[in-house]
């Protein structure tokens, strides 16, 4: 399935590039990164799952069955903590970095091998630099979060689909191909919910380049129903592994619930009018940090609300109001929270192109553009030179390297270079709506968009070949 993988037929060059990034990554985990709470959350739940038989929080007999996380990093984490931490107890994390290591560096050979399919060697070595020293990608090897593995199935769904699709161009079918695309779909889903975004990427792109990419496109019933076929087994393989959870929510809590939800497990309070509230203003980390973070069980200092989160001098007095209120107690009893809701609803019907439109586009700026701190224990006030003159010195390094990629791919989608612009350009696009929506945005939320950032970015630097040598091109 995966010939061109195969040690023996890479060029020295390659060899080089993925040295280079093995020693970049194995650098993270010399120099450990920030252990994030998010890791405890997944290691309990793995741990319960295993030992207990329960997916939930709590120890002992006191555990609570959630739907809250989706079970796919925490079964990784729980299966490492049993293979390997009576062996290597006081350091069994560092197994998981190795492999996640491992896995990066797999990502980033699939990446090249796509890129080789449909544009040229020599995209496909750029493709692979850019792959093996990307610091964001390589950065979450040593961290134990869902992100490296959710790269790699990304990486690995486009692969998958780039096969798939390019059989179906010329009359064949690549029935493995597909199924591998839908198994990377499903391990997506199951890492978080948004990996929703790349099965919906790939079924838009089966079904768009299939219908105008088949041998006979004289017959349109022909090509309809090859599109219907390829799309059925792809989703077929895509929601099938998610079965036994959905059955298990459906067990447990009488909800349909496929993937996880946003906040709450059915039955929680819904806080849903204040974080509707946070919405209406929130488009930056600095937000994130200083007051998403400690809503609703820590204190917010009305300082960090900045002038945007007031449309009036009365709107601001009622702010402040309801955060002194929240800051006695920092609880959201249903009554403040119905409060947040009506402040929210207000200024949506007074803005609406605001909060639809306006705020998501900033937040997905921020998300995909900011310095990358926190990975690096950096500032996030990156930008106060005075106070921190190395750290801003890094943090300036690091979002020129990034704005690189960015600008990179932009050109490369503009001057319609990309391989299977539509299927990429989903996937970027269906991401960038769901981000839209988080009123707590973090930059890495959009370490998932960069296995398209890199195709892009290579393609930019090389001019797309004939559609001939694409289909001779062993991969």
């Not at 809250?68 to 990784?76: A, D, E, K, S, T």
């Not at 070595?125 to 490296?148: H, N, Q």
């Not at 769901?434 to 950032?453: K, M, N, S």
Request: hydrophobic letters at 50%; charged letters at 15%.
């Amino acid at each position: 399935m995966l010939p061109s993988l195969h040690p023996s037929r890479w060029p020295r060059r390659w060899i080089i590039w993925i040295a280079l990034g093995l020693v970049l990554r194995l650098a993270f985990i010399v120099f450990p990164r920030p252990f994030d709470d998010d890791t405890l959350d997944y290691l309990q739940l793995g741990h319960n799952l295993l030992h207990a038989g329960v997916y939930g929080y709590g120890s002992g007999y006191d555990i609570s069955p959630t739907t809250y996380r989706l079970p796919g990093y925490p079964i990784f984490l729980a299966i490492f903590e049993m293979l390997f931490a009576r062996l290597w107890p006081s350091a069994w994390f560092n197994a998981v970095y190795l492999f996640q290591t491992a896995i990066d560096l797999a990502s980033g050979l699939l990446l090249a091998a796509f890129v080789k399919r449909q544009l040229s060697s020599r995209a496909a070595e750029v493709a692979l630099a850019l792959a093996m020293l990307c610091p964001f990608t390589a950065v979450y090897a040593a961290i134990s979060m869902a992100e490296c593995l959710s790269v790699f199935a990304i990486s690995l769904g486009l692969y998958a689909a780039g096969r798939a699709i390019a059989a179906e161009s010329t009359g064949t079918r690549d029935i493995w191909a597909l199924v591998l695309a839908g198994c990377a779909s499903a391990f997506a889903m199951l890492l978080r919910p948004d990996g929703v975004a790349l099965f919906a990427a790939i079924a838009f792109g089966l079904l768009v380049y299939v219908l105008r990419g088949s041998a006979d496109s004289r017959l349109t019933h022909t090509r309809a129903r090859r599109a219907f076929v390829v799309a059925s087994i792809f989703c077929a393989a895509s929601l099938l592994p998610l079965v036994p959870w959905t059955v298990r929510n459906w067990a447990d809590f009488h909800v349909f619930q496929p993937l996880a939800p946003r906040y709450n497990d059915p039955g929680e309070p819904d806080l849903g009018g204040a974080r509707r509230w946070l919405r209406t203003w929130t488009i930056d980390f600095v937000s994130t940090v200083y007051v998403c973070w400690n809503f609703p069980d820590g204190a917010i200092n009305p300082a960090d609300i900045p002038q945007r989160a007031f449309d009036s001098p009365q709107q601001r007095e009622q702010t402040l109001a309801l955060i002194k209120e929240f800051n006695l107690t920092y609880t959201l009893p249903d009554s403040l929270v119905q409060r947040f809701a009506a402040l929210a609803d207000q200024r949506i019907h007074d803005h609406p192109m605001r909060y639809y439109v306006v705020l998501p586009l900033l937040r997905d700026a921020d998300m995909l553009l900011r310095p990358r701190t926190i990975e690096y224990e950096l500032d996030v006030d990156w930008w106060r030179w005075s106070h921190h003159p190395a750290q801003s010195a890094w943090a300036i390094l690091l979002g020129l390297i990034n704005l690189f990629y960015v600008t990179a791919a932009t050109r490369a989608f503009v001057r319609r270079r990309v391989p299977f612009a539509w299927m990429l350009g989903s996937y970027l696009i269906f991401r960038f709506i769901i981000l839209g929506t988080v009123e707590a945005p973090e930059p890495r939320y959009t370490v998932e968009c960069f296995p398209i950032l890199i195709i892009a970015a290579a393609a930019a630097f090389a001019p797309r070949r004939s559609s001939a040598a694409l289909h001779d091109a062993p991969c």
